[in-house]
């Protein structure tokens, strides 16, 4: 297996921290960001930085410097970037009409832009060495815009948007894109859910007041029933970039609780969107 340099976002903690460690166990170069690494993620920035053929890199993801700044040091030091894996991100669950502007800009700048920003800086290195492969951590909610999840899940849609194109766009450069698209997991993230920072709303919704709890409960059977393991999205993570390219799918499902339903969704759209490059006369692209 050829080693490959691999870029990791929101390795802090879930999904980024086991993939991190599982990518670096098969001797990949694995560059992890996190940010505040002098601060609140010291602890964190540290454990990771001792773990073989890791470097922890303070990136903020926001910041078009810092980001530049974490893409020059790797190609410096590697003279390659081979996989990007954009994982970080923030999730929100509240009433949408509770999310002000500023809060859906934080989202967006998180989980759309910032992503966006990082897979433009690495395609010119990529299309130069003809190889490449981006990972965009999506979501189930990525398919399906969830009640109290519309803001979160208007995100992913944005991220999978961005993915789908550019997997057919870029295929014949020799560089995939795909999307993992977990569902509901045990990780850290889960706990650090944002509500809209507008509660003035919220009164004129307690006709509904007791859906969210029955998502929560119905949330709560499904792990009791289907332990889901946040390993599993590290391995999906492993098993795309083991996989030869050109030959890597454009979504790959991670949910043992609603898994199915979203697979059977992709299959559907994945159909029908042949149909819509072959209209437009680019079925080529398709193969």
Do not use: C
């Not at 967006?108 to 990082?118: F, Q, S």
């Not at 709890?213 to 946040?230: C, D, L, R, V």
């Not at 390219?245 to 559907?268: F, M, W, Y």
Request: aromatic share 6%; charged share 20%.
């Amino acid at each position: 297996m050829n080693k490959k340099v691999v870029l990791i976002t929101g390795t802090n903690s879930g999904f980024g921290w086991l993939t991190a460690n599982s990518v670096a166990a098969l001797g990949h170069k694995v560059y992890a960001t996190i940010r505040d690494t002098q601060g609140k993620n010291a602890d964190k920035a540290k454990a990771l930085s001792q773990v073989e053929n890791v470097t922890v890199l303070d990136v903020s993801l926001t910041e078009e410097v810092s980001v530049k700044n974490a893409i020059d040091t790797i190609i410096a030091r590697e003279g390659r970037i081979d996989v990007l894996v954009n994982n970080a991100g923030i999730s929100a669950f509240g009433v949408a009409e509770s999310f002000t502007t500023d809060d859906v800009q934080r989202m967006l700048a998180v989980n759309v832009i910032a992503p966006w920003r990082l897979m433009k800086l690495v395609l010119p290195m990529m299309r130069k060495q003809s190889e490449g492969l981006i990972i965009n951590v999506s979501s189930g909610w990525g398919r399906f815009s969830a009640p109290f999840s519309v803001m979160y899940g208007a995100s992913k849609f944005a991220l999978e948007g961005i993915s789908e194109g550019l997997h057919y766009e870029l295929r014949p450069l020799g560089v995939d894109v795909a999307i993992i698209q977990p569902g509901a997991f045990p990780t850290e993230m889960s706990q650090k859910i944002q509500p809209g920072s507008d509660a003035s709303v919220v009164d004129g919704y307690k006709a509904i007041a007791d859906v969210p709890n029955k998502m929560f409960a119905a949330i709560g059977q499904m792990f009791e029933n289907t332990k889901p393991n946040p390993q599993n999205v590290a391995d999906a993570v492993v098993k795309l970039i083991d996989l030869p390219t050109g030959q890597r799918p454009l979504r790959t499902v991670v949910d043992p609780s609603t898994g199915e339903i979203i697979e059977r969704a992709n299959d559907a759209v994945n159909v029908e969107y042949a149909k819509v490059l072959t209209a437009f006369g680019i079925e080529e692209l398709l193969n």
